[in-house]
């Protein structure tokens, strides 16, 4: 993890190699959240209300955003290792975490159990994210979006915990 560092206020921020691109990130979400409202309002309907960190995170998942290990790969950042720490089997890709990933994948199927619908089977993130609308759920689609993106925040909430603070990958 050394390019992550602690800063002044103990929070985890980029070292400084990558800032200017963490930066420039943040401002494209910015910028496109703002052109995108009309677009996530229309869409989601009552799930405006959402937690705005669960938008940002629907729109980097939807704009191929997410900054997995792989991803970080990509960029040409130094990592010791591109592996999921969740499972420890794969390589960490978008689908991989959200779908692919045992840990994920167990989420899902308590989700949707809990949820009472059919189980969940995505193949994609598009897939994952759009999953609502193919549930016949009487009128309860928003309801049913809120609670998916909900776990979908949960996972990478639960990937940072393990990441950052040595959480273990098991689901609480
Ligand atoms: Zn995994």
Request: proline share 2%.
């Amino acid at each position: 993890m050394e390019n992550w560092i602690k800063n002044s206020d103990g929070r985890w921020v980029w070292n400084s190699g990558s800032s200017a691109l963490f930066q420039s990130e943040m401002s494209e979400i910015s910028s496109a959240m703002g052109r995108e409202a009309v677009t996530v309002s229309s869409y989601s309907g009552a799930n405006q209300f959402l937690a705005s960190k669960v938008n940002i995170l629907y729109l980097r998942a939807q704009r191929k955003r997410i900054t997995t290990f792989v991803a970080i790969h990509r960029r040409n950042i130094p990592i010791n290792s591109q592996v999921c720490r969740l499972c420890n089997e794969r390589d960490e890709t978008t689908t991989h975490l959200f779908i692919g990933c045992r840990l994920s994948y167990f989420i899902w199927q308590r989700t949707g159990h809990w949820c009472e619908v059919p189980p969940f089977l995505a193949f994609s993130i598009d897939d994952l994210l759009s999953m609502h609308k193919d549930k016949n759920v009487d009128n309860k689609n928003e309801i049913l979006q809120g609670i998916i993106l909900t776990s979908f925040r949960c996972i990478w909430k639960k990937r940072n915990a393990v990441v950052f603070h040595g959480a273990q990958p098991s689901v609480n």
